[in-house]
Protein backbone atom coordinates (compact mmCIF):
# COMPACT_ATOMS: atom_id res chain seq x y z
CA UNK A 1 0.00 0.00 0.00
CA UNK A 2 1.19 3.08 -0.87
CA UNK A 3 1.82 5.51 1.88
CA UNK A 4 3.77 7.88 4.62
CA UNK A 5 4.23 6.79 7.68
CA UNK A 6 5.56 8.79 10.79
CA UNK A 7 6.30 8.03 14.03
CA UNK A 8 5.27 8.52 16.96
CA UNK A 9 1.75 9.40 16.59
CA UNK A 10 1.52 11.13 19.90
CA UNK A 11 4.25 12.84 22.34
CA UNK A 12 4.62 14.35 25.83
CA UNK A 13 7.97 16.05 26.64
CA UNK A 14 9.73 18.38 28.63
CA UNK A 15 11.55 21.26 27.44
CA UNK A 16 15.07 21.06 26.29
CA UNK A 17 15.10 16.89 25.31
CA UNK A 18 15.93 16.43 22.07
CA UNK A 19 13.77 14.67 19.86
CA UNK A 20 13.21 13.20 16.76
CA UNK A 21 10.20 12.47 14.47
CA UNK A 22 10.67 10.04 11.98
CA UNK A 23 8.90 9.93 8.49
CA UNK A 24 8.91 7.46 6.06
CA UNK A 25 7.43 6.87 2.07
CA UNK A 26 7.35 4.19 -0.11
CA UNK A 27 6.14 6.27 -3.43
CA UNK A 28 9.71 6.76 -4.33
CA UNK A 29 8.51 10.71 -4.55
CA UNK A 30 11.49 12.82 -4.84
CA UNK A 31 10.07 15.77 -2.91
CA UNK A 32 9.56 15.36 0.82
CA UNK A 33 8.31 18.19 3.54
CA UNK A 34 7.29 19.06 7.13
CA UNK A 35 4.35 21.17 8.23
CA UNK A 36 3.02 22.29 11.37
CA UNK A 37 -1.15 22.69 12.36
CA UNK A 38 -2.13 25.26 14.42
CA UNK A 39 -5.91 26.34 15.31
CA UNK A 40 -6.62 29.27 12.87
CA UNK A 41 -3.32 28.79 11.47
CA UNK A 42 -4.16 26.35 8.81
CA UNK A 43 -0.69 23.83 7.72
CA UNK A 44 3.14 26.08 7.61
CA UNK A 45 5.26 24.52 5.77
CA UNK A 46 8.64 23.93 8.12
CA UNK A 47 10.97 22.47 5.72
CA UNK A 48 11.45 20.39 2.65
CA UNK A 49 13.55 18.36 0.29
CA UNK A 50 13.46 18.24 -3.15
CA UNK A 51 15.77 15.15 -3.50
CA UNK A 52 18.28 13.41 -1.06
CA UNK A 53 20.84 15.84 0.39
CA UNK A 54 18.62 18.59 -0.58
CA UNK A 55 16.59 20.58 1.83
CA UNK A 56 15.33 23.97 1.92
CA UNK A 57 13.65 25.96 4.97
CA UNK A 58 9.93 26.80 4.70
CA UNK A 59 7.73 29.46 6.54
CA UNK A 60 8.29 28.57 10.22
CA UNK A 61 11.91 26.64 10.46
CA UNK A 62 13.34 28.33 13.50
CA UNK A 63 13.86 25.62 16.10
CA UNK A 64 13.70 22.48 13.98
CA UNK A 65 16.25 20.42 11.74
CA UNK A 66 16.04 17.92 8.89
CA UNK A 67 17.92 15.33 6.89
CA UNK A 68 17.24 13.70 3.98
CA UNK A 69 20.19 10.91 3.70
CA UNK A 70 18.05 8.41 1.83
CA UNK A 71 14.90 8.93 -0.83
CA UNK A 72 12.42 7.37 1.65
CA UNK A 73 13.36 9.28 4.94
CA UNK A 74 12.87 12.58 5.87
CA UNK A 75 13.28 12.89 10.28
CA UNK A 76 12.16 16.40 11.67
CA UNK A 77 14.37 17.03 14.98
CA UNK A 78 14.26 19.51 17.55
CA UNK A 79 17.14 19.89 19.07
CA UNK A 80 15.97 21.71 22.41
CA UNK A 81 12.32 21.68 22.30
CA UNK A 82 10.00 24.63 23.70
CA UNK A 83 6.34 25.18 24.50
CA UNK A 84 5.78 26.96 21.16
CA UNK A 85 6.63 24.24 19.53
CA UNK A 86 3.41 22.33 20.79
CA UNK A 87 1.84 21.31 17.37
CA UNK A 88 0.57 19.18 15.30
CA UNK A 89 2.86 18.18 12.59
CA UNK A 90 2.47 16.33 9.09
CA UNK A 91 4.87 14.91 6.74
CA UNK A 92 4.20 14.49 3.37
CA UNK A 93 5.29 13.83 -0.03
CA UNK A 94 4.98 13.94 -3.72
CA UNK A 95 6.42 13.70 -7.25
CA UNK A 96 7.67 17.35 -8.05
CA UNK A 97 5.34 19.95 -7.52
CA UNK A 98 2.10 18.06 -7.71
CA UNK A 99 -0.39 16.44 -5.22
CA UNK A 100 1.16 15.96 -1.97
CA UNK A 101 0.41 12.86 -0.14
CA UNK A 102 0.24 13.25 3.80
CA UNK A 103 1.00 10.93 7.50
CA UNK A 104 -1.74 10.65 9.47
CA UNK A 105 -0.08 13.32 11.53
CA UNK A 106 1.75 13.78 15.24
CA UNK A 107 0.77 15.21 18.14
CA UNK A 108 3.55 16.88 19.98
CA UNK A 109 3.18 18.38 23.52
CA UNK A 110 5.65 20.34 24.93
CA UNK A 111 5.77 20.91 29.07
CA UNK B 1 4.14 36.06 -0.81
CA UNK B 2 1.46 33.57 -1.75
CA UNK B 3 -1.35 33.87 0.72
CA UNK B 4 -4.17 31.49 0.83
CA UNK B 5 -8.32 33.31 2.56
CA UNK B 6 -11.12 31.26 3.13
CA UNK B 7 -12.93 33.66 4.36
CA UNK B 8 -16.21 31.44 6.41
CA UNK B 9 -14.47 29.30 9.24
CA UNK B 10 -17.47 28.00 10.24
CA UNK B 11 -20.59 26.32 7.59
CA UNK B 12 -23.36 24.53 7.91
CA UNK B 13 -25.75 21.86 5.68
CA UNK B 14 -28.03 20.33 5.65
CA UNK B 15 -28.16 16.51 4.28
CA UNK B 16 -28.71 15.90 0.73
CA UNK B 17 -28.41 19.91 0.49
CA UNK B 18 -25.57 21.13 -1.43
CA UNK B 19 -22.47 24.02 -0.05
CA UNK B 20 -20.19 26.17 -1.46
CA UNK B 21 -16.81 27.22 0.56
CA UNK B 22 -14.91 29.78 -0.86
CA UNK B 23 -11.16 30.16 -1.28
CA UNK B 24 -9.68 33.12 -2.83
CA UNK B 25 -5.30 33.51 -3.14
CA UNK B 26 -2.55 35.74 -4.30
CA UNK B 27 0.20 35.06 -6.35
CA UNK B 28 1.99 36.83 -9.12
CA UNK B 29 2.27 33.18 -11.13
CA UNK B 30 1.12 32.39 -14.08
CA UNK B 31 1.37 28.73 -13.63
CA UNK B 32 0.61 26.82 -10.20
CA UNK B 33 -1.82 23.86 -9.04
CA UNK B 34 -4.43 24.47 -6.42
CA UNK B 35 -6.15 21.68 -4.10
CA UNK B 36 -8.82 21.11 -1.89
CA UNK B 37 -7.72 19.09 1.30
CA UNK B 38 -10.35 17.42 3.76
CA UNK B 39 -8.96 16.72 7.76
CA UNK B 40 -12.36 14.08 9.24
CA UNK B 41 -11.99 13.99 13.27
CA UNK B 42 -9.00 11.44 12.76
CA UNK B 43 -6.68 14.51 11.46
CA UNK B 44 -6.15 12.69 8.46
CA UNK B 45 -5.14 15.23 5.67
CA UNK B 46 -7.40 13.48 2.40
CA UNK B 47 -7.06 15.18 -1.20
CA UNK B 48 -10.64 16.00 -2.59
CA UNK B 49 -9.82 17.07 -5.42
CA UNK B 50 -6.91 19.05 -7.42
CA UNK B 51 -6.72 22.17 -10.39
CA UNK B 52 -4.33 22.76 -12.58
CA UNK B 53 -3.90 26.41 -13.41
CA UNK B 54 -3.84 26.63 -17.10
CA UNK B 55 -6.36 24.53 -17.70
CA UNK B 56 -9.52 26.39 -18.49
CA UNK B 57 -12.00 23.34 -17.09
CA UNK B 58 -13.09 23.14 -13.85
CA UNK B 59 -12.08 20.00 -11.93
CA UNK B 60 -14.59 17.06 -11.16
CA UNK B 61 -14.77 14.58 -8.89
CA UNK B 62 -18.26 12.47 -8.39
CA UNK B 63 -19.69 14.76 -5.69
CA UNK B 64 -17.21 18.12 -5.08
CA UNK B 65 -16.64 19.96 -8.22
CA UNK B 66 -14.83 23.00 -8.03
CA UNK B 67 -15.00 26.97 -9.65
CA UNK B 68 -12.18 27.82 -10.57
CA UNK B 69 -11.95 31.88 -11.38
CA UNK B 70 -8.40 32.66 -12.50
CA UNK B 71 -8.57 36.42 -13.52
CA UNK B 72 -10.24 36.48 -9.79
CA UNK B 73 -8.36 34.40 -7.88
CA UNK B 74 -11.07 32.38 -6.87
CA UNK B 75 -11.12 28.81 -6.36
CA UNK B 76 -14.33 27.85 -4.66
CA UNK B 77 -15.58 24.03 -3.75
CA UNK B 78 -18.73 22.74 -4.28
CA UNK B 79 -20.10 19.60 -2.43
CA UNK B 80 -23.47 18.51 -3.82
CA UNK B 81 -26.00 15.92 -1.79
CA UNK B 82 -23.86 16.75 0.92
CA UNK B 83 -23.74 13.15 3.46
CA UNK B 84 -22.79 12.98 7.28
CA UNK B 85 -19.39 11.65 6.13
CA UNK B 86 -18.24 15.00 4.54
CA UNK B 87 -18.67 16.82 8.06
CA UNK B 88 -14.74 17.53 8.63
CA UNK B 89 -11.95 20.87 7.80
CA UNK B 90 -11.60 21.45 4.37
CA UNK B 91 -8.40 23.30 3.64
CA UNK B 92 -7.82 25.18 0.41
CA UNK B 93 -4.22 25.14 -0.74
CA UNK B 94 -1.88 27.11 -3.62
CA UNK B 95 1.26 25.15 -4.93
CA UNK B 96 3.72 27.37 -7.12
CA UNK B 97 5.67 25.57 -9.65
CA UNK B 98 8.92 27.30 -9.31
CA UNK B 99 10.97 29.13 -6.57
CA UNK B 100 11.24 27.68 -3.21
CA UNK B 101 8.72 28.00 -0.11
CA UNK B 102 6.28 26.53 -2.58
CA UNK B 103 2.90 25.33 -0.48
CA UNK B 104 0.42 27.69 1.28
CA UNK B 105 -2.78 26.67 2.88
CA UNK B 106 -5.90 28.52 4.19
CA UNK B 107 -6.62 28.42 7.56
CA UNK B 108 -9.81 26.05 6.92
CA UNK B 109 -13.66 25.90 7.14
CA UNK B 110 -15.29 23.65 9.53
CA UNK B 111 -18.56 22.36 7.87
CA UNK B 112 -20.97 20.68 9.37
CA UNK B 113 -23.67 18.15 8.36
CA UNK B 114 -26.81 17.93 9.85
CA UNK B 115 -29.31 15.25 9.19
Known amino acids: EAQVTQNPRYLITVTGKKLTVTCSQNMNHEYMSWYRQDPGLGLRQIYY???????DKGDVPEGYKVSRKEKRNFPLILESPSPNQTSLYFC??????????FGPGTRLTVL | AQTVTQSQPEMSVQEAETVTLSCTYD???????LFWYKQPPSRQMILVIRQEAYKQQNATENRFSVNFQKAAKSFSLKISDSQLGDAAMYFCAYRRLVRNNDMRFGAGTRLTVKP
Open chain 1, 49 to 55: SMNVEVT
Open chain 2, 27 to 33: TSESDYY
Open chain 1, 92 to 101: ASSFGRDTQY
